[in-house]
């Protein structure tokens, strides 16, 4: 098997220049001076055309077909390895050297250009700078479609949730459809009478202090990891090198701890992925519908649930001195979970969160479908957003400015939200069957069983095993299931 090892080592090295270039585009977030930007646009460019001409090489093409003489010398975790380079190969054979520089190019200065965007509420100074984007990613979709004999969008929902399917996803969205609107005007109406206590300020700092302690209680290992401040909250990094990033407003205690919740529980299944194979394919995590679902376990699951805010009532009165009836574990439950439309994707609660992802789903279709155009966009966004939510944005930063995702080129990735959301609930509920001690231990500030099963069940295998049988061993399920999702939602917010 030398040759395999061979073509093991050349991914290695691959592997390790994209980790150069995830720590890049960190810092972009979070350090870099505005200044360089263009330096910066270059060095991310030239490295990742370094990174692309070495996988279209003779040399990767030749080991491949030598390593597939040697396929009876290999293990499990070997043979599946092997096929998920020659897969990854394959694609990038159909995408050119041009097309790929002008891509990365175009998504790193369009992602700079958004930021102030954003921040000054000005859709035409990102317009032509995402339009070079789109372009892009509609060749690129157009490329993969024709190798893999399928349409642009699913050729794109591919990259992020491996095998998934537009229809599969318009069936999950009908489901949800049919049942969330009502489900939400439920609640809505049951909440009105009751009691919730507003937290008043809470200092930034402090904020950062709680943060990371709930972190070191998940077990999220500072000596390979850390956390900073950026204007997206994102997990990102390498698997060996975990980076962390949040927002917080001094008037929304509960946002900025939710996020903090949710990114580390990226980070959890980063960092405990197969120790031996991080820089191999086979090493890396089961797509963002697989990593969503470790992210959503932990916020929603988890984090708002009454175990959690007693655990979470407890610290701030023992070690932070906040012990107004405000931060008692009741309160901190309620404002937990609020259901009301809004704006804001990232601080939606998980009742009307589906409806805010099927939005982007239905705009970003359109777009790589040619059947919208982004002058288009914040009219149809605000019509689609009083369609499914009931509210309307005053600005495009609280509308179509808001998500950093299709400025940086990331077309597909949204649904990988919502399939994430279901499979937690999925996940929760086999855990909750096979440990039944997950929710004393969380009251008591206890992970050590909830990542037991996470590590048992899905970390521990990265790409391993098919999205499909990585979902049906974990949880008995053989599809994404819908019902289950709305059980616990209607379970949680009606009984």
Known sequence: MQNYLQLEKEIEEINQINNVVDILSWDIAVNMPIGSAESRTNEISLLSSIIHSRLKSNKINDLINAA???????????????????????????????????????????????????????????KPYFQEVLDCVQELAGAKASLLNCTKYDALLDEYDP????????????????????????IVDKQKTEMVLPINEVPIEQ???????????????????????????????????????????????????????????HALYEQNLPA?????????????????????????????????????????NDEFGLKGQEYSADNLYKLNTRV?????????????????????????ELLINKKLT??????????????????????????????????????????????GAIIASMLMKAAKESEVNIDADI????????????????RNFGSLKTTKDLIKDATGENKINTEIFLKYLKTKYLN
């Not at 095998?163 to 439920?186: A, G, W, Y």
């Not at 500072?222 to 990033?245: L, N, Q």
Request: aromatic content about 10%; overall charge neutral.
């Open 374 to 419: 982004l002058n288009d966009i914040p009219d149809f966004w605000n019509k689609k957003m009083q369609e499914y939510l009931g509210v309307v944005p005053n600005a495009n930063s609280e509308g179509c400015l808001q998500d950093i995702h299709w400025p940086s080129g990331s077309f597909g990735y949204f649904p990988a939200y919502t399939c």
């Open 68 to 126: 597939d003489t040697e396929t009876s010398q290999l293990n499990a975790w070997q043979s599946v390895n092997l096929q998920e380079i020659k897969r990854k190969v394959l694609y990038i054979s159909c995408v050119s050297d041009d097309l790929q520089k002008r891509y990365i190019t175009a998504a790193t200065k369009s992602e700079l250009v958004w930021r102030e965007a954003r921040k000054d509420n000005d859709f035409n100074k990102l």
């Open 276 to 316: 031996n194979y991080k820089n191999q394919l086979v090493g890396k995590a089961k797509g963002m519908a697989i990593h969503e679902s470790q992210s959503l376990l932990m916020e929603m699951q988890v984090g708002r649930s009454k175990e959690f805010c007693e655990f979470l009532s407890k610290l701030l």
């Open 443 to 458: 009251t008591m500030g206890n992970f050590n069983s909830i990542n037991e099963f996470l590590n048992n069940k899905v």
């Open 340 to 364: 009301r439309p809004s704006l804001i994707r990232v601080d939606a609660d998980e009742v009307t969160y589906p409806m805010h992802v099927m939005l982007r789903f239905e705009i970003e």
């Open 207 to 265: 904020q950062k202090l709680i943060g990371r302690k709930i972190m070191e209680v998940m077990g999220f290992d500072f000596t390979r990891g850390r956390i900073d401040d950026s204007t997206h909250p994102f997990c990102g990094g390498t698997a060996f090198d975990v980076r962390i990033t949040n927002r917080y407003k001094t008037d929304d205690f509960i946002s900025g701890i939710m996020g903090i919740v949710h990114e580390t529980g």
């Open 163 to 186: 095998s998934r399917k537009t229809t599969d996803l318009k069936q999950i969205f009908t489901n949800l459809k049919t049942v969330l609107p009502d489900l939400t005007k439920q």
